[in-house]
């Protein structure tokens, strides 16, 4: 009687249905969107933490390129980011201040503003004030009432991020400092994968995070002088600070500078005594946001961050509700990261395509078509001139190969 050998490895090169294998990557997803929102005030800084670092290691190599120790080279990038910054702010709080000392003469223009719109309204649309007046009130507590619970989410969702934000130098430096043993990890984590595919891989979202950065940095300062340019043409006062809080703006995107471009419009048309001036501010701001998403960001920031505009809204969308401001600032670039990721994997790679840009994703589907069919008929024919010749025995049976043939 024989017994039965049992093989251990027929579970290995079994298959799963597919609908069991979306289902296991459904609940991975919920259950990584639930640690990314509980876990959001750690997360949040480490992850501006991360895209810091990606902006200064090129400082930071060059540093070490004139022979500079690594740890004193991560110091001097982080005072350097540091001292632009707070320049930054020391700027924003000149403007802020003188414009604060104007705000009762803006209070008295816009008390007459206002008298004015209700003086036309009675007079062409047959409303009298105090209906006006109580139907303003009305509109204005709805309107209240609605934001109130949006802005409360927010400052919720990133309020507590503030505590921790003094910890960001320091995981940028932990960042710098250990960046070799991280690359490390990967190639541990990974095994199954070759090292120089994780090389590949790594070297896609490194590029994409500086370009993104580096180029977004750049792009704010073409646009604050572009806009400054225009409200100086205006005559609009405090254009430096409008104009370059529009440029800030543009870290949210598609909608950043559109509130950048209400913001001078309604001040101008307070303290302006012709409301053509927020005309020419809509105009200008317009303008500027044309040339800002059509010639500016895709010369300077290129085409290595390509994710369509409605896959960018969507995740603007998600990252709002799962952290708040913080959470619109980081989607695009870890859209960006996704997308390396998703493309990078051959079962993933669809969703890739679906967050790319389409133009960009078609022409490159079609190269890789054209490629395989010009490459097939060089690999036939490459194969059919090395393929050997099988001997073929006469009829009596001796082989034939190499013989020289018949006369």
Avoid at 281 to 299: A, C, D, R
Avoid at 353 to 378: D, I, M, N, Y
Wanted: hydrophobic content about 50%; charged content about 15%.
């Amino acid at each position: 009687m024989t017994t039965p050998k049992i093989n251990f490895n027929s579970d290995k090169s079994k298959k799963y249905p597919l609908y069991l294998e979306y289902a296991c990557v459904l609940a991975a997803l919920i259950s990584l969107v639930f640690i990314l929102y509980v876990l959001r005030d750690t997360i949040v800084p480490l992850a501006f933490a991360a895209l810091f670092s990606i902006l200064l290691h090129p400082l930071c190599a060059l540093f070490e390129k004139w022979r500079i120790p690594r740890i004193l080279a991560i110091v001097l990038s982080i005072i350097l980011l540091f001292a632009v910054v707070v320049g930054i702010v020391y700027l924003a709080a000149l403007q802020i201040g003188a414009f604060a000392e104007e705000i009762p003469t803006i209070t008295k223009k816009a008390e007459n503003f206002l008298e004015r719109v209700l003086a036309w309204g009675e007079e062409y649309l047959n409303v009298s004030r105090t209906q006006q007046i109580s139907e303003g009130k009305r509109y204005l507590l709805n309107l209240l009432g609605e934001s109130r619970n949006v802005l409360l989410n927010t400052l919720v969702s990133t309020g507590g991020t503030l505590g921790t934000a003094a910890l960001i130098p320091l995981y940028v430096f932990f960042f710098l400092l250990y960046r070799d043993f991280f690359r490390l990890f990967v190639y541990k984590a990974f095994q199954t994968v070759s090292k120089s595919r994780l090389d590949v891989i790594l070297k896609k979202i490194y590029d994409v995070i500086k370009s993104y950065l580096s180029g977004l940095v750049l792009v704010i300062g073409v646009v604050g002088i572009l806009n400054t340019i225009g409200l100086l043409l205006l005559g609009v006062d405090y254009a430096f600070f409008f104009g370059f809080l529009a440029a800030f703006l543009i870290l949210i995107p598609y909608i950043g500078i559109l509130i950048g471009s209400l913001l001078p419009a309604m001040f101008s048309l307070v303290s302006s005594d012709s409301p053509w001036t927020a005309v020419g501010v809509i105009g200008v701001m317009s303008f500027v946001q044309f040339l800002e998403g059509n010639f500016i960001t895709p010369n300077i920031v290129g085409s290595k961050v390509s994710v369509n505009p409605l896959a960018a809204i969507v995740m603007l969308l998600l990252g709002g509700q799962l952290w708040g401001l913080a959470g619109l600032i980081l989607a695009l670039p870890f859209t960006a990261i996704l997308k390396v990721i998703l493309d990078s994997h051959p079962r993933l790679e669809p969703f890739g395509f679906l967050l790319g840009e389409p133009g960009k994703e078609v022409r490159e589907e079609e190269e890789k078509s054209h490629k395989l069919l010009t490459e097939q008929p060089a690999r036939k024919k490459r194969y059919n001139r090395n393929r050997k010749k099988t001997p073929r025995p006469d009829a009596a049976g001796n082989d034939t190969a190499g013989a020289p043939p018949k006369e």
